[in-house]
């Protein structure tokens, strides 16, 4: 069931008759629509009419024709105006350009643009690593997408998908100090992206992939990490990974169980499925399950894809067959990241006993939230509404973070491992239970855990480089 929420904040400017229980009467009609009254402010007072703004937070655009619906039958009653408040928020775009020093004057001007700025070009020519620390390159990186898999909107293109990619910026400088651009690229040939992406790579210190569909994005990534000197990050896999390895990590000690040792099935073999999997062994599991729509994925069955058939030959050590619902039978931990409501309460029932489930479809998670808590001793979701979100800003901006400061030239599986251990241990012992496996999205502590551990790891493997 949907309920209403900040991200379909409305204000609506109603017309209502000078009465003493119009105000009132207003309110309640919101309320009898579903609709959750945040504010109501009066914006002019006529000698027979009320001009008020009644802010409420709605389900969605149907929901809101219901609000307004409800309004309008009021007696003397009129809506003269819908406000979207999360539209209103993107006007003009979410994020800037600003000034680092001031330029007033025309010593500014001399030292910040010429001639002296061609001083640093020659310093920078003879030693292209001054770049680093000379230019935006330090601190800066490209958000890329090709707009083909956008949030679960799918190929919706690369204008479409720029609100994505400016919000993406907005919590890099949030929640990292990173300075991020968005890059929405008009073509989704492979070769094409990746020659455009190797081109552009002088100006930043890191790359992002975003939203771009499976499985060309694996490829992507996969050659530009070959072919440039700067990291290149695709967070629908490897942020979604690294989060829930933390988020598992905390789970697995509220129930007690070892990661060696549990049954694990996942719901969704494409970018982040692939991803998690890996990370998951890396991180000792054994006994691991993908299933897609066919079902099962094992040994027992040759996928046409390169990337599903390393996972049909490296996971399922037992051969189990079947459903999704076949294979849940006797699991510890359900991971999803596939589609909404594949499993109902009787589902999760079959599992073991002090059950796991991260149900992170969004909007809509595999299994309803609290039908799983009936019988999972953890559930999480990747949504705001329920505890335990599961948040790719967790790692990301902590990630590029501790890159940018480290210099690091690439990135690989057991940095991104260090990151899932540093966001895992952000909950302390006295803090962890069952509703409190992952720290808050506002959780001060989580960047620098993040930086820091990803500093560390990169300090060492370069010092091990130049022993070698």
């Not at 079902?295 to 030959?313: K, M, T, V, Y």
């Not at 952000?426 to 959780?443: A, K, L, Q, W």
Request: glycine share 8%.
């Amino acid at each position: 069931m949907a309920f209403p929420s900040p991200s379909y904040t409305v204000t609506l400017r109603v017309q209502l008759p000078v009465h003493r229980r119009s105000a009132q009467r207003l309110v309640e009609a919101v309320a009898d629509a579903g609709a959750l009254v945040t504010g109501i402010d009066t914006v002019e007072s006529l000698e027979e009419s009320l001009i008020v703004d009644v802010t409420c937070d709605c389900v969605n655009g149907a929901h809101v024709r219901e609000v307004r619906h409800s309004i309008e039958m009021l007696v003397d009653t009129a809506v003269l105006k819908v406000s979207d408040a999360t539209l209103q928020a993107h006007l003009g775009g979410k994020i800037s350009v600003q000034l680092k020093n001031p330029l007033r004057t025309r010593q500014d001007l001399a030292r910040v643009y010429t001639p002296g700025v061609a001083r640093v070009c020659t310093a920078i020519a003879e030693n292209p690593q001054e770049a680093r620390r000379l230019t935006i390159k330090k601190n800066t990186v490209a958000v890329v997408t090709d707009g083909t898999a956008v949030l679960g909107l799918g190929d919706i293109g690369p204008e479409a998908a720029l609100p994505v990619m400016e919000g993406k910026a907005a919590l890099f400088k949030r929640f990292g100090n990173v300075d991020a651009w968005p890059v929405c690229l008009d073509t989704t040939d492979t070769e094409e992206i990746i020659s455009i992406v190797r081109a552009i790579a002088p100006v930043y210190g890191g790359i992002n992939l975003e939203d771009i569909s499976a499985p060309r994005c694996f490829e992507i990534e996969e050659r530009l990490r070959e072919e440039l000197n700067i990291p290149v990050f695709h967070d629908d896999q490897h942020g979604t990974a690294v989060v829930t390895l933390a988020a598992l990590i905390n789970a697995l000690k509220v129930v007690g169980k070892n990661i060696e040792d549990v049954r694990i099935v996942v719901s969704g073999v494409g970018a982040a499925g692939s991803a998690i999997i890996r990370l998951l062994m890396l991180h000792g599991a054994r006994d691991i399950i993908g299933c897609g729509r066919a079902g099962a994925l094992g040994p027992f069955r040759e996928e046409a894809n390169p990337h599903r058939n390393w996972l049909a030959q490296h996971t399922n050590p037992r051969g189990v067959e079947g459903s999704l619902k076949d294979v849940l039978v006797g699991a510890d931990v359900f991971i999803g990241v596939s589609t909404g409501n594949l499993l109902t309460r009787d589902d999760i029932a079959t599992m073991a006993d002090d059950a796991i489930v991260f149900a992170m479809a969004n909007p809509t998670p595999e299994v309803d939230p609290p039908a799983a808590g009936e019988h999972a001793a953890v559930v999480a979701t990747g949504r705001s509404d329920y505890p335990n979100q599961i948040n790719n800003v967790l790692v990301f901006p902590g990630l590029f973070r501790g890159m940018l400061d480290a210099q690091a030239s690439r990135i690989d599986d057991e940095m991104l491992h260090a990151a899932a251990v540093a966001v895992a241990n952000v909950v302390t012992d006295e803090e962890r239970n069952s509703n409190y496996i992952i720290p808050g999205v506002f959780d001060e502590r989580v960047q620098s855990a993040v930086s820091k551990a990803v500093v560390e790891y990169a300090t060492a493997q370069e010092a091990a480089s130049q022993d070698e």
